[in-house]
């Protein structure tokens, strides 16, 4: 088996790094380490690992093309299960492109990656993963001056119809309770119901961010602005080899079509972990078993029975994982003005088009995100709509449109232009 990660380490996400530097970060908490054995257990034969490694292309056969170290590949396959991971959803409003205005889970890598803490910082937004960066800033001596959180007394009151079901998941409620818990203890002012947000830039490179809450104006002062409005699944990959995609309202974002196990409608493809909608760490793990039983049923491996019995204690934790997910989605739902910015707040970071800009497109016809495309070249860019794709579907939703999922073409990250010409001389490789 093959497994292919652009990271330089093992770990994900949530993992990230902490094959090597778990035990010398524990403000990053059990929950970080608990990853050590998954990463450990890369080490079984049978198994070859490849990090730093690209997939830009995967294509039918199913045969997946890969970067790594200036120089690309074609790889056979049997078949490709893909987890590509969530990505933080984009928070665009007035100065959110400002040097000094981040996404708090970028932070958040700097912390796991090289040990850099965010002093001094303000985290603004909404999402349970907001309170844990929170905590791990507040256990590295570097606390928040404040939380500045989107969520209403409404949110939470739609959310809580749910709230039966995520009990099935006490252990997670409460782990987030202890988190806001450990947040209040350390004196972190947190401001809830806050909108208008709006980030400028002091002479000193300070950030003022004013927003408003409770009927009134507020002006904070920070170095580092740190935005977070949940996640999306990473979905372009997917996308580009031509599977299938429908919206999930409750967690307004593509995810791929999928059947129990991960399945596509492409033959040879599955797809499992938060790319195919977000569940979570331990949904993300369940996923990854069911998918690969699936996959080892499908290539004869293993019978059908075989397969059910191996799979009943992953698809029990699954469901028991996504039982909360509903509440969570409510609650921690991005406002409007986040999804469907308006005026000159920047949309397209890689072509610099505003809210307005794809607002008179919309005016003039461009109904889809492939006449926006063409329009405002919105998308364009080297990230090839990675950040601006969710809000441009909002605008377009805003607009009273029912939006069709982005198109997503190969590559899709950025590869230089003497590597795909190298690539017509390379044999292909099998798995
Ligand atoms: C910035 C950020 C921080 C987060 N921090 C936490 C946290 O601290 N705690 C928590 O509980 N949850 C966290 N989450 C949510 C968490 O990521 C997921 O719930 C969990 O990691 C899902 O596991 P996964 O295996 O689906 O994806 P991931 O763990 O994200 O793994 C996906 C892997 O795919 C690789 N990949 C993606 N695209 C390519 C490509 N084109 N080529 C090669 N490799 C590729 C990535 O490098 C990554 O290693 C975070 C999410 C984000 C976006």
Same mark, same amino acid.
């Given at each position: ?21 778990? $035990? %010398? ?14 990463? *450990? &257990? /890369? ?33 056979? &396959? ?23 205005? !981040? ?7 700097? !912390? ?8 001094? @910082?303000?985290?603004?937004? %909404? #999402?349970? /993963? ?6 791990? !800033? ?26 039966? #079901? ?59 602005? /740190? ?6 699944? %990473?979905?372009?990959? =997917? ?6 995609? $429908?919206?999930? *309202? ?8 999928? *059947? ?18 977000? =569940? ?10 069911? +998918? ?6 499908? /290539?004869?491996?293993?019978?059908? $029975? @075989?397969?059910?019995? $191996? ?63 063409? &329009?405002?070249?919105? #998308? ?27 198109? +997503? ?8 232009? =003497?590597?795909? &010409? ?10």
């Amino acid at each position: 088996m093959l497994l292919l990660d652009e990271q330089p380490r093992a770990g994900g996400q949530i993992y990230r790094n902490v094959g090597v530097d778990g $035990e %010398s970060r524990p403000y990053l908490g059990a929950d970080y380490a608990a990853g050590r054995p998954l990463v *450990d &257990a /890369l080490d079984t034969p049978g198994i070859t690992a490849k990090f730093g490694a690209t997939v830009w292309r995967v294509e039918a056969g199913p045969r997946v093309v890969w970067s790594r170290d200036g120089a690309s590949r074609i790889q056979a &396959a049997r078949h490709v299960l893909l987890a590509a991971g969530a990505q933080e959803r984009p928070t665009p409003f007035p100065g959110w492109t400002l040097p000094g205005v !981040m996404p708090a889970g970028a932070a958040q890598i700097l !912390m796991k990656t090289s040990g850099l803490l965010p002093r001094d @910082a303000i985290l603004a937004g %909404s #999402g349970p /993963l907001i309170y844990l960066i929170a905590a791990q !800033m507040i256990d590295a001596g570097a606390a928040p001056r404040a939380l500045v959180e989107t969520q209403t007394p409404a949110t939470m009151l739609r959310a809580a119809r749910h709230l039966p #079901g995520a009990l099935r998941t006490a252990g997670t409620l409460a782990r987030g309770l202890g988190l806001i818990r450990k947040i209040g203890a350390a004196g972190v002012a947190r401001h809830t119901g806050a909108s208008a947000f709006r980030a400028t830039a002091q002479e000193d490179g300070d950030i003022v961010f004013s927003f408003t809450a409770k009927g009134r104006t507020h002006r904070l002062v920070t170095p580092l602005l /740190l935005t977070h409005q949940g996640v999306v699944p %990473s979905t372009h990959i =997917g996308r580009a080899a031509g599977i299938g995609h $429908e919206w999930n *309202d409750a967690q307004q974002a593509f995810r791929p079509k999928t *059947d129990a196990w991960g399945g596509t409608d492409v033959p040879g493809i599955h797809v499992a972990g938060d790319g195919a909608g977000i =569940g979570g760490a331990e949904a993300a793990r369940a996923a990854g078993r069911l +998918a690969a039983l699936d996959i080892l049923h499908r /290539l004869g491996r293993l019978d059908e $029975e @075989a397969r059910d019995r $191996e799979a009943a204690a992953d698809r029990a934790a699954f469901d028991r994982a996504m039982a909360i997910r509903r509440f969570l989605d409510a609650a921690y739902a991005p406002p409007p003005e986040i999804l469907a910015p308006e005026g000159d707040t920047i949309v397209c970071r890689c072509e610099e088009i505003d809210a307005d800009g794809i607002r008179g497109a919309v005016k003039e016809g461009a109904y889809g995100p492939r006449q926006l495309k063409t &329009a405002t070249r919105a #998308g364009m860019g080297p990230c090839q709509g990675r950040m601006c794709d969710p809000t441009v579907r909002g605008i377009l939703a805003s607009c009273g449109t029912t939006p069709a999922t982005p198109r +997503a073409r190969s590559p899709v990250k950025p590869v230089k232009l =003497g590597e795909l &010409a190298a690539l017509a001389s390379i044999r292909e490789t099998s798995t």
